[in-house]
């Protein structure tokens, strides 16, 4: 086995092992101790975060930021790595901001002239639109590890009602439309809450917490993908050509569209009882373009924000 060759496979080795000894790893690969250890400086030298422990019963660990090993990419691959990237550029935060940027500049910096000229037109012509949202979310990145460990915190939250304090157990986070959520288990209503990540004003673990619950086999994919268990009402909205083109913008309320040949509709969904707020503004905005007919809630919601606009803006 020639000495690359070698370098490699014991990059490799390392990134799996919590911790390993010199002669372990010369007896793994057919060579001197002392080979091992001038390897094993190379690697260091290069980049592996190792940790040599002295004392007889010391060796070697690869401390918590282990390094992978070289990967190659065809051209398509980078230019695809490269955007998918890009794609999150518009959000203010993001988990492990500095770490991506780092890992970014990496990448582009070793791609070949060509590649990264093709990159440079496609960003002229190409783009993964998000909205700018100048709205940070400073406990992105904690609620991530939180989600991971399912550890219960506590939190200060502005909700519609004012600043409340919430116990909960982060289970996911995710991002829509320029904004992050996190799914968590809210220990006061017993139930699963979504909550915008940038209205969370402080954060704190619960060291002391005993009721945390076992979500082990649940996943942030299959929550987004099934309907949840909140109480839902039948809702149907009738649709002009206006009305539709703004619930075609909108991915939740494009599954219940109907549309006719002349360009009107039917909307027809089951709607989350924590949707009528939000589903009450956006019909007010489509004025005479959609008319509801049911359920009665989403109805009183709306005569509610009539009344108040009427109220607050006179005859």
Same mark, same amino acid.
């Given at each position: ?52 422990? +002295? ?6 660990? @690869? ?6 090993? +070289? ?15 890009q794609s999150l550029r518009n959000y ?55 989600? @991971? ?37 809210c220990m006061g209503r017993k139930q ?73 509709? !039917? ?24 008319? !509801? ?13 009539? !009344? ?8």
């Amino acid at each position: 086995m020639s000495k690359s060759q070698r370098l490699i496979e014991l990059m490799l080795t390392v990134n799996t092992r919590r911790k390993f000894t010199a002669s372990e790893l010369a007896q793994q690969f057919g060579v001197s101790r002392r080979t091992i250890q001038r390897d094993l400086q190379e690697l260091g030298m290069a980049g592996v975060p190792l940790y040599a422990e +002295p004392g007889a019963a010391g060796g070697y660990r @690869v401390l918590r930021e282990r390094m992978l090993p +070289p990967i190659l990419f065809s051209e398509n691959e980078a230019v695809a790595m490269f955007f998918a990237y890009q794609s999150l550029r518009n959000y203010r935060s993001l988990p492990f901001q500095k770490e991506s940027t780092s890992a970014l500049d990496k990448f582009y910096h070793y791609l070949p002239a060509e590649t990264k000229q093709r990159i440079r037109e496609l960003e002229a012509r190409f783009a993964f639109w998000t909205p700018v949202r100048n709205l940070e979310a400073p406990y992105l990145s904690e609620l991530v590890d939180y989600c @991971v460990e399912q550890t219960v915190v506590e939190m200060v939250y502005d909700s519609s009602a004012g600043e409340e304090k919430r116990r909960i157990q982060p289970l996911g986070v995710y991002a829509s439309s320029g904004l992050w959520y996190v799914v968590a288990y809210c220990m006061g209503r017993k139930q699963l809450r979504t909550f915008r990540v940038d209205r969370i004003k402080k954060l704190a673990t619960d060291p002391g917490a005993v009721d945390q619950q076992d979500f082990s086999h649940w996943t942030i994919g299959e929550y987004l993908g099934h309907a949840s268990e909140e109480r839902t009402l039948p809702m149907r909205v009738q649709l002009e050509r206006e009305g539709v083109r703004r619930c075609q913008t909108d991915p939740w309320m494009e599954q219940g569209l109907t549309i006719a040949s002349d360009g009107t509709g !039917v909307l027809e969904l089951p709607l989350p009882e924590s949707y009528i707020p939000w589903v009450v503004q956006f019909f007010a905005s489509c004025g005479t373009a959609a008319r !509801v007919e049911s359920p009665p809630e989403l109805l009183d919601g709306l005569r509610a924000w009539i !009344v108040g606009l009427q109220q607050q803006y006179g005859q």
